[in-house]
């Protein structure tokens, strides 16, 4: 209930829930492992998916967590975020490590959902987090990705030029965002991108 009013919170209808595919990760951090353990996956294939921690094999990383899927352009869930409930948790986001299916310098969070839209435009918008890509996604702006958990790096560049052309930056304007912005022009106008950067007024980070 919690979670789900979390997301209530933040204007995120049922449409969106499912689209996203967005769920919720509970406190109790063996539920997974056994889970999982339960449909005959081995402990040596769940210790390479990311989902758990290296000094505690059997507890998840994730809990407590809004759970985003990490989704590529070809709808195969690769990674998660989650954002945590708990206001007092030490890491407000966390995504999953990399592994062997899931690399953030080479993946953006939207993307199978924007490709689409992005194609047709010849045009991707990129924001900073989860939130702000649904958001932006809620708004009609259905072109829009975000990096996770970096900048907008070379691969990801090399990435989304397949389809489009035109890179719009639309991050935070403190001074992270400002940094942030200018390194993702830098990676975008090096892989031939018409590069534009929209300005938040005051108060709208």
């Known amino acids: 209930a919690h979670a789900l009013a ?4 933040r204007g995120i209808g049922d449409e969106i ?3 996203f595919r967005i769920g919720f990760a509970p406190d ?6 056994q889970f999982l353990r339960s449909k005959s996956y081995s402990p040596e294939f769940l210790a390479e998916t990311g989902l758990f921690s290296k000094n505690h094999p059997e507890l998840s ?3 407590n967590r809004v759970i985003f899927p990490i989704i590529d352009e070809r709808g195969k869930v690769r990674g998660f975020g989650g954002r945590a409930l708990d206001p007092d948790a030490r890491a407000k986001y966390i995504n999953s490590p990399d592994t062997a299916a899931y690399n953030k310098k080479r993946t953006l969070f939207g993307l199978n959902q924007a490709v689409g839209p992005a194609r047709k435009r010849n045009e991707i918008v990129l924001c900073e987090g989860y939130i702000d890509a649904i958001a932006l996604h809620i708004a009609g702006v ?3 990705v975000a990096p996770l958990g970096t900048a907008f790096t070379d691969e990801q560049a090399r990435l989304v030029k397949r389809w489009v052309e ?7 304007s403190d001074d992270a965002g400002r940094s942030a912005t200018l390194r993702a022009a830098i990676a975008a106008e090096g892989r031939g991108f018409s590069v534009r950067c929209v300005r938040l007024p005051d108060g709208m980070d």
């Open 6 to 9: 979390y997301v209530r919170e």
């Open 17 to 19: 829930l499912s689209s």
């Open 28 to 33: 109790d951090g063996r539920w997974l492992y």
């Open 61 to 63: 990383i994730f809990r």
């Open 142 to 144: 259905t072109h829009a």
């Open 166 to 172: 035109s890179v719009v930056i639309l991050f935070d």
